[in-house]
Every structure is written in C-alpha cells, then in structure tokens.
C-alpha cells in the first residue's frame, strides 16, 4: 500500500517568514512529485511539480526531492496571509501498472499571520 | 477559455437514490479522475479512464459507477449503495503521454453531495 505521509499541522509562520513543509512517502519506485495548494472550500491547484532530485525553483517557491532518502518538501520565501492554505503532496508510484495513479498525503494546514 | 466544469456545485441526495455528478472537460486531455475527499482528509480516487471506453477502479471504488463515451465528460454516479456518499467530489483531468509518468492532474471546482 502507497503511503505520503504529512505533517498535519497547523504550521503558523509570521509574515515574511520562510514556510517548510514535509512530505515523505513509502514507494521507494516513484518517479513524479506533486505540490497542491487548497483554500478551505475550493478545489487543490497546482503549486508545483518535480521529477528530479534536487531543488526546482518557481518564484517564492522551491520544491526539493530526495529520492534515496524517499523525502520532498516544498519552502515558500516571504510567506504572505494569501499562502494561508492546506498544502497537499501528491505522488505516483513505479513504472507499469498503476503508474498513472497518484496517492495524496492529508495535507498541512499553513497559516500565514499578518 | 479552457478548463474543467462539474455540475452541480451543491447535491442532495434521498435516501435510496442514485445521483450523477458531471464533469466536462475542453483541454483535450485523455485521462480523467474522480476523487472523493472527506474533512481532514486526503484525496481517495474512486475511478480513472485513460482512454475513452475505458475506465479502471481506484481506491475507493464501491458504490460508484463511471462511463467515459466522450473523451470531454466522465460523469460520476453515486449509487444508493454508497452509504457514506456525504463528501467533496472532484474531477480531475491530465495528459496521457503513454510513458509511464504520471503527468500533473488539473482539477475542477468539485460538487459537494449532501445526504438528506
């Protein structure tokens, strides 16, 4: 069974302030990572994907993966009130099969105050 | 504009009725999803198609049922088998590239279904 594991927090942050959150997962096999912001009542939106180890970088955003220790985290820089959101990782399994299938961790809740 | 619509935004269900929520898509993706999320929880897939004609079972498949005649609409029923339907429904849609990776799923804004 796939497992993402996540902090569920609430993760509260100052204004300004650089928000860390974790993920890890079970399936050492997948290969694509996925970071979804969710405003309490609406529907996740993408914040960020990532395939390779390392850091991907996209404005305030970074994403870093870790495959071998089986481990991606997203850090938002300059956390504004308007990043206070639930914060889901999503991730794929190996190769064949149910590749196409993601598995979403609970999410954190991040709260960003003024 | 492109994007994925779901119809109704809000749903009531008698008890022993079926109910079909709708979820149309315009950005010429091949797969499509159906996820179920509960309060405090994470996404839980009920059913995905990759391919019109075609659909597979995920997680949670019990008391649902899908139909994918068009590649722009996969509607979702919710039979009165389902016990437990209360709950935040959302459809999500990618490309399929035939190459083994799960590409970035794009959701609408979901249906949230009520039990009367």
């Known amino acids: 069974q796939k497992e993402v594991e996540q902090n569920s927090g609430p993760l509260s942050v100052p204004e300004g302030a650089i928000a860390s959150l974790n993920c890890t997962y079970s399936d050492r096999g997948s290969q694509s990572f996925f970071w979804y912001r969710q405003y309490s009542g609406k529907s996740p939106e993408l914040i960020m994907s990532i395939y390779s180890n390392g850091d991907k970088e996209d404005g305030r955003f970074t994403a870093q993966l870790n495959k071998a220790s089986q481990y991606v985290s997203l850090l938002i820089r300059d956390s504004q009130p308007s990043d206070s959101a639930t914060y889901l990782c999503a991730v794929n399994g190996p190769s064949g099969g149910s590749n196409y299938k993601l598995t979403f961790g609970k999410g954190t809740l991040l709260t960003v105050n003024p | 504009d492109g994007g994925i619509t779901q119809s109704p935004k809000y749903l009531f269900r008698k008890e022993g009725q079926n109910v079909t929520l709708s979820c149309e898509q315009n950005l010429n993706h091949d797969a499509m999803y159906w996820y179920r999320q509960d309060p405090g929880q994470g996404l839980r897939l009920i059913y995905y198609?990759?391919?019109?004609?075609?659909?597979q079972k995920g997680d949670i498949a019990e008391g649902y049922s899908v139909s994918r005649e068009k590649k722009e609409s996969f509607p979702l029923t919710v039979t009165s088998a389902q016990k437990n339907p209360t709950a935040f429904y959302l459809c999500a849609s990618s490309i399929e590239t035939g190459q083994g990776v799960a590409e970035t799923q794009y959701f609408g804004p979901g249906t949230r279904l009520l039990v009367l």
């Open positions: 198609s990759q391919i019109v004609n075609d659909f």
